[in-house]
């Protein structure tokens, strides 16, 4: 694996490098800027396409010279990334293909390094899970769903959570206005529409959640008051065990009237039927969707509303955190966990949700720094 210098790059004395495997993309470029303005670490990006690569890579170095390098790698041939992941401390997985996940996991341990994504499907969280106590063997962190949706949800119920003295119910609305920009994240947004249940927690028990389970929530200026939807995320289960609650949910407000009352509904539909063929023709449709009848600029915004005691009385806990580029809040997220991972401040091996592994009001203090929108309210 050859790794080809940019103005004179080179490892870093103190640290190996990270590898961000699609690093030129969307989000990858917002996390890569980010990593040289918020840390000391040094770069790889890497992806098929060399050119690419290394565009990025002399754009990035000329503010950071001697940090930055580009690599060729190949996401659907995980075992040819075993030399460049020797050199590296952790493999960064941006890629659009969670069905991956295991692969280039896999090679990461083979390679001494840890691994990180931040895929949301629960695609990747299964062909991780095999791997957690080979990780954890090896002292490796495997590391997933990091970044805003999911990788937020679990840090804000955990902040808005240490609040109170007990928390008896927290729970997280999003709000998302955006362009699908490639077919790939439009794929990967339908399979997860079509084929992933909303979960709710009610009496500390998880269950199935039903199409009469929606929760309004203030999601700030851009938004407003909107009716939320629930979803699943993986990340959430295990907090009421771990800090008490009894009622706990993720929920997302819809894209648009066009695509929430006709298309969501046909993704529904095929999806119970197992129409898994027709999700290329369904993608297109949904990308259609958003693009065409979504108003106004891009924007993200998720909330934490939180219910219990402090000093004796009822109490709550509220928390907003938005930004004008869905990216750069998933990157800030990421970066703002990457600090920690960087100055030895995490404990832990195997496989890890970040909304768990981070602190999280440390992660909040560097998303702020970073120009993501952290407002908290108490009541």
């Known amino acids: 694996m050859n790794v080809h210098n940019v103005h ?4 870093s004395a103190q640290m190996k490098p990270l590898v961000l495997l699609g690093g030129y993309g969307g989000a990858g470029r917002d996390i890569a800027a980010l990593l040289l303005r918020e840390t000391d670490a040094c770069l790889v990006i890497a992806g098929r396409d060399l050119a690419k690569a290394e565009a990025f890579a002399e754009q990035l170095a000329a ?12 996401a659907d041939r995980p075992e040819s990334l075993g030399p460049l992941l020797r050199d590296a401390c952790l493999l960064l997985d941006l890629t659009p293909g969670a069905k991956r996940a295991h692969g280039l996991a896999l090679a990461a341990l083979r390679a001494g390094a840890d691994y990180m994504d931040i895929h949301f499907q629960q695609t990747a969280l299964e062909g991780l899970a095999p791997l957690s106590r080979d990780y954890e063997a090896a002292g490796r962190l495997l590391l997933t769903q990091a970044g805003s949706h999911p990788g937020l949800p679990a840090v804000l119920v955990r902040a808005a959570s240490a609040r109170l003295d007990a928390c008896r119910s927290a729970l997280v609305g999003m709000g998302l206005a955006m362009r ?5 994240t439009a794929l990967e947004l339908v399979e997860e529409i079509m084929f992933a249940e909303g979960a709710l927690c009610e009496d500390g028990v998880w ?17 407003g008051r909107r009716a939320c939807y629930p979803m699943r995320m993986p990340e959430l289960e295990a ?11 993720a929920f997302v407000a819809g894209f648009n009237p066009v695509v929430d009352c006709a298309l969501i509904p046909l993704l529904l539909a095929c999806g119970r039927l197992g129409l898994r063929s027709a999700t290329p023709l369904l993608a297109r449709l949904f990308t259609w969707g958003v693009n065409t009848f979504s108003r106004g600029e891009p924007h993200m915004a998720l909330c934490v509303d939180a219910q219990g ?28 966990y ?9 404990t832990g091996n195997g496989l890890r949700f970040m909304g768990h592994a981070a602190e999280p009001e440390r992660i909040l203090a560097d998303m702020a720094r970073m120009g993501v929108r952290v407002a908290w309210e108490s009541g």
């Open 8 to 11: 004179g790059a080179a490892p």
């Open 309 to 336: 005691e402090r000093q004796g009385g009822p109490a709550s806990a509220r928390l907003l955190v938005e930004h004008p580029s869905p990216y750069l809040l998933t990157a800030a997220a990421v970066v703002a």
């Open 239 to 249: 907090l009421p065990g771990l800090i008490g609650l009894r009622e706990t949910g």
């Open 207 to 223: 269950r199935t959640a039903r199409g009469s389970d929606i929760r309004v929530f203030d999601l700030g200026p851009r938004f």
């Open 63 to 74: 503010g950071s010279p001697g940090r930055v390098n580009a690599a060729q790698a190949d």
């Open 180 to 184: 699908v920009e490639t077919q790939a």
């Open 338 to 346: 990457l600090r920690q991972y960087l100055d030895g401040g995490l």
